[in-house]
Nanobody, 116 residues
């Protein structure tokens, strides 16, 4: 069973930066063969897609985070990252990683709180 462990969440001021990490417990060959994504969820709302990175490193972003967030991956470490810059109050949520067509069991997420 694949485990997804998100970390790096916390309190950030508006305009600040935060880097989220996601450790994926799967074989390296499988990890490097799937696109990965970051998602977020606010209580009472559906989980929404934030960013994705393909197996060749191509990236896509939701309009709400484009130009502020950067997704990256390290296939050797089986890690996915989300660099969040110029964070806004509306970015507050629990952030999750998964494949870009979510197929694995969701992890516990990383909570991001935006407050001055």
């Amino acid at each position: 069973q694949v485990q997804l462990v998100e970390s790096g969440g916390g309190l950030v001021q508006p305009g600040g930066s935060l880097r989220l990490s996601c450790a994926v417990s799967v074989s390296g060959s499988i990890f490097s063969s799937v696109g990965m994504g970051w998602y977020r969820q606010v209580p009472g709302k559906q989980r929404e897609w934030v960013a994705r990175i393909g197996i060749a490193g191509g990236t896509n972003y939701a309009d709400s985070v484009k130009g502020r967030f950067t997704i990256s991956r390290d296939n050797a470490k089986k890690m996915v990252y989300l660099q969040m810059n110029n964070v806004k109050p509306e970015d507050a949520a629990v952030y999750y990683c998964n494949t870009d067509e979510p197929r694995w069991q969701w992890g516990q997420g990383a909570q991001v709180i935006v407050s001055s």
